[in-house]
C-alpha cells in the first residue's frame, strides 16, 4: 500500500476517483451521502494539490523536512479521502436494507478509528517514528488526560449509547426530567431540544442517559394528552362524562380514531376528579388543546349547572350564583323579548311573564349552540355577541345574527330537524326559551299560533333567498299552511 501511494499511480487514480465522486454527489438524492462524499471530494482535492506541489518542489533549494511534510500530506489526504469515500457507500447500502437513519455520531466513530489505522503506517515509514515508544512514554499523560476530561468521555459514550439505542431523533417531541420540547440537535457532547417558550435547552448527554425519556412522536403515531377536572360532588358522573367527551369532540385539532376518553379518576372532600383524554397527530398542538379545553368545558358546565370548585367559599357562592343565575338585568332582558317579533302580540304583563321563564346560556368563541340535524326543542334570543349559522356538507355561512335576533324557532316550533347548524363567533349570551313555554303561550293565545306561522314562513323563505343568493317575494300562503299544521300537531292545539 505504501509503495502505491509513493508512487505516481495515486494522482490518477485520486483524479478519476474525484471526477467520479462528484458526479455522484450531483446526482444522488440521498442527502446523507451527498454530504459524506463532499467530504471525501475535500480531502482527494486536498491530495492532488499536495501531490502536485511535491512533484514540483525543486529538489536542491527545498529543505528535507518541507519534503517530508508535503509528502506525508498528500499520502495522509489521499488515504482519508478513500476511507471517506468507501464509509460512505458502505452506510448508503446500509439504509438501503433498513430505514433507520444512521447516526452521525456512529459514522464519526468509524471514519476517525479508519483514519487512526491508515495514519500509523504512514508516519512510522516516512518519519521513522517510534511510536511504541511513544505509546509507552505518554501512557502517563493519557492517564492525566482521561481524568481531566472524564466528564467530556462520558458525554461522548453516552452519547454512542444513546444514538445506538435511538430512543428519539431530531425533530421529535419529547420529554426529559422537567424538560419538554423538539429535539433540534443531536451531538458528540449534547442534544439540544427547543421548548414551547421557543428556548433552545442543552442537555449533556451524560444527564440524558441516566434520565427517564418519554418520546412523544415517535414512528409518528398520534399521541394522548390528558386534562383533569373538579367539578361538584352533585353532578351525575354520567352527565359529566358526556359533557367531557362531546366538548372533547368539537375541537376540530382532536382526532376522532382513537375516540376520546373520559372517566371517573376519584374524590375529595370538595369534589369529584375527572379525566378526559384524547389524541392528536402533533404534540406541538397539546398546550393549545388543553387550553381550548379547559375555556370550552367552562361554557359547557356553567351552562349545564354543574359548579367547579369554589375551596372553601362553595357555599356562599352558591347562594350568590342562585340569586344572580340570570346574569342579566330583567329591564335588559324584557328589552330583548320586545324586539323579538315572534313576541309581538303579546302585552306587557306576558312579556314580564315570559322574562321569568327565561334562561340565560353564555357560549364561548367557536363553540357550537346548535347542530345541523338534531332534534331542537330550545330557542334562543342573542342578548350580547355574535353567532354564525351555516348550513350544508360544506358548513358555508348563511348569515351572521347580533343582539335582538332569534335562532332554532322553526324546529322547535314544528318538530323538524335543525336546518343549519349555529356557532358562536365571539363570546356570546343567549336567552333560551323552551317548548313548554311555548305551550303555555298558545294555550293562553288562541290566535299566536297562526300568526307566528306567517312569521315563521315568510322567515324561512328569507333564508332560503340568502343561501341561495335568490330575491323575490313570493307567496307565503301555502307554507305558513304547512307550518301551522305541523305546529297544531306538535303542540296538540285544536283552535285557531
Same mark, same amino acid.
Given at each position: ?45 486536498? =491530495?492532488?494539490?499536495?501531490?502536485? *506541489?511535491?512533484? !514540483? ?29 468507501? #464509509?460512505?457507500?458502505?452506510?448508503? &447500502? ?32 516516512? @518519519? ?12 502517563? &499523560? ?5 481524568? *481531566? @476530561? ?6 461522548? =459514550? ?37 421548548? =414551547? ?5 442543552? $442537555? ?56 376520546? &376518553? ?97 334562561? #340565560? ?39 351572521? &345574527? ?9 324546529? $322547535? ?24 313555554? !311555548?305551550?303555555?303561550? =298558545? ?47 306538535? !303542540? ?5
Amino acid at each position: 500500500m505504501l509503495n502505491f501511494l509513493e508512487g505516481y499511480l495515486p494522482l490518477l487514480a485520486g483524479s478519476i476517483l474525484t471526477v467520479l465522486l462528484l458526479g455522484i454527489q450531483r446526482s444522488t438524492r440521498d442527502p446523507d451521502l451527498r454530504d459524506d462524499l463532499r467530504g471525501a471530494v475535500r480531502m482527494l482535492l486536498a =491530495f492532488l494539490v499536495l501531490r502536485l *506541489a511535491s512533484h !514540483f518542489l525543486p529538489e536542491a533549494s527545498t529543505p528535507e523536512g518541507l519534503r517530508k511534510f508535503v509528502g506525508v500530506g498528500w499520502m495522509l489526504t489521499f488515504a482519508y479521502g478513500v476511507i471517506r469515500a468507501a #464509509v460512505a457507500f458502505a452506510l448508503k &447500502l446500509v439504509r438501503m436494507r433498513s430505514p433507520v437513519t444512521t447516526p452521525k455520531i456512529l459514522r464519526d466513530v468509524i471514519d476517525f478509528t479508519l483514519y487512526a489505522l491508515a495514519t500509523v503506517p504512514i508516519l512510522q515509514s516516512q @518519519l521513522n517514528l517510534d511510536l511504541a515508544g511513544l505509546v509507552a512514554s505518554t501512557a502517563v &499523560l493519557t492517564v492525566v488526560i482521561g481524568l *481531566a @476530561l472524564q466528564e467530556t468521555l462520558g458525554n461522548l =459514550f453516552a452519547g454512542l449509547s444513546l444514538q445506538l439505542d435511538r430512543p428519539f431523533e431530531v425533530g421529535d417531541f419529547i420529554r426529559i426530567g422537567e424538560h419538554t420540547g423538539r429535539v433540534v440537535h443531536i451531538g458528540w457532547r449534547s442534544i439540544r431540544i427547543a421548548n =414551547f417558550r421557543r428556548e433552545v435547552i442543552t $442537555l449533556p448527554n451524560s444527564m440524558v442517559g441516566k434520565e427517564h425519556v418519554k418520546n412523544f412522536t415517535q414512528h409518528r403515531e398520534p399521541v394522548g394528552i390528558e386534562v383533569q377536572v373538579g367539578v361538584s360532588l352533585d353532578a351525575p358522573p354520567n352527565q359529566v362524562k358526556q359533557a367531557l367527551l362531546e366538548v372533547a369532540r368539537e375541537i376540530p385539532q382532536v382526532l376522532v380514531q382513537p375516540p376520546p &376518553l373520559a372517566r371517573t379518576v376519584g374524590f375529595t372532600e370538595s369534589n369529584t376528579q375527572y379525566m378526559v383524554r384524547v389524541f392528536l397527530n402533533d404534540f406541538a398542538l397539546s398546550d393549545s388543546v388543553k387550553e381550548e379545553l379547559h375555556t370550552r368545558l367552562w361554557y359547557r358546565l356553567r351552562r349545564e349547572g354543574m359548579e367547579l370548585p369554589h375551596a372553601q367559599r362553595t357555599v356562599t357562592l352558591r347562594r350568590e350564583t342562585k340569586q344572580r343565575r340570570r346574569e342579566l338585568a330583567d329591564e335588559t332582558v324584557r328589552d330583548l323579548l320586545r324586539q323579538v317579533d315572534l313576541f309581538t302580540p303579546l302585552g306587557p304583563e306576558e312579556l314580564e311573564r315570559l322574562q321569568c321563564e327565561v334562561v #340565560v346560556r353564555r357560549f364561548g368563541r367557536n363553540e357550537r349552540i346548535i347542530q345541523e340535524g338534531d332534534e331542537g326543542g330550545t330557542f334562543y334570543v342573542v342578548a350580547s355577541g355574535e353567532v354564525s349559522v351555516r348550513a350544508g356538507t360544506l358548513q358555508s355561512e348563511i348569515t351572521r &345574527l347580533g343582539p335582538g335576533q332569534y335562532i332554532g324557532e322553526m324546529s $322547535l316550533l314544528t318538530g323538524e330537524p335543525r336546518a343549519a347548524t349555529v356557532v358562536a363567533l365571539q363570546d356570546s349570551v343567549l336567552l333560551e326559551l323552551d317548548r313548554p313555554t !311555548f305551550a303555555r303561550l =298558545f294555550s293562553d293565545y288562541p290566535g299566536l299560533a297562526r300568526q307566528l306561522s306567517a312569521l315563521l314562513a315568510q322567515r324561512r323563505t328569507q333564508l332560503r333567498a340568502v343561501a341561495q343568493a335568490a330575491g323575490g317575494g313570493p307567496d307565503h300562503s301555502p307554507e305558513a299552511g304547512r307550518i301551522l299544521g305541523r305546529l297544531r300537531s306538535l !303542540f296538540g292545539l285544536t283552535h285557531e
